[in-house]
């Protein structure tokens, strides 16, 4: 991967992984092929907009916009792109802050050369792109009066921007990536959504209280920790030990 530096490398672990674990690191690793590419991406189509991308409010603003599309609530992000829901969504999960911290966290910002004034946080690269691509959708979208402009498009708008993504032209890498951050994206911000992560409370590894997720899926109803296995899966069922063909 262009630009790759080992400031981020794992150290070897001779345990096996569990399935949540190679899960999780085998999509990072696409998303971070896609990620170390996009500020570059940007600058050279003309999306760019350092300024913007170093904002952390307008930053936070867009992915909270980007949440509410994928697991829509009865906040207000959700009520201004016309596609909300009683239940809590994740904007009530805080998801949005949970992209940055991932996105700025996995892979160190790359610079952008001689023309930057400094390396851009991934996570102001992926808002920019999104607001770039909101404006040439919907160049008036003032819903919701958000600092975001990709926050401020209906429902419908916002699918129109993934779409626009989805359907970049080129077979050039940077087209690629483009085509393969829209497609992950969704998928992502909505992981964000249901994971623990606004509850986790990382001294203890404990949960301080019931997770979003949890509730949208009813899982475990009225629990605040996971289920450690169910008395009817333990052993042998009914005392067996084989099974015949």
């Not at 959700?78 to 998801?95: C, L, N, V």
């Not at 404006?135 to 429902?155: I, K, M, N, Q, Y």
Request: charged share 20%.
């Amino acid at each position: 991967m262009s630009g790759h530096t080992d400031a981020h490398a794992q150290p070897s672990d001779p345990r096996p992984l569990s399935r949540r674990e190679f899960l999780t690191r085998a999509g990072w690793t696409a998303l971070g092929a896609a990620l170390f590419q996009l500020p570059g991406v940007l600058r050279g189509r003309g999306w760019l907009d350092e300024a913007a991308a170093q904002n952390a409010d307008l930053t936070l603003d867009t992915m909270n916009g980007l949440v509410a599309f994928a697991v829509p609530g009865p906040d207000v992000y959700s009520i201004a792109q016309e596609q909300s829901s009683t239940s809590p969504g994740g904007i009530a999960a805080r998801a949005g802050e949970n992209m940055i911290q991932n996105l700025d966290a996995f892979l160190a910002a790359p610079s952008l050369g001689p023309f930057s004034s400094g390396a851009v946080p991934l996570s102001g690269a992926v808002a920019n792109l999104l607001n770039s691509m909101a404006a040439s959708v919907d160049p008036t979208a003032a819903s919701g009066g958000f600092p975001s402009h990709f926050s401020r498009l209906s429902f419908a708008n916002k699918v129109e921007v993934f779409r626009r993504l989805e359907g970049t032209q080129g077979d050039d890498d940077l087209a690629k990536a483009i085509r393969y951050l829209a497609l992950l994206l969704p998928g992502f911000a909505a992981f964000c959504c249901y994971n623990e992560w606004h509850v986790f409370d990382e001294p203890t590894r404990t949960l301080s209280g019931r997770p979003v997720g949890w509730d949208i899926s009813n899982y475990y109803p009225g629990q605040t920790a996971a289920a450690d296995g169910w008395p009817e899966l333990l052993g042998y069922y009914k005392g067996r030990k084989k099974a015949e063909r």
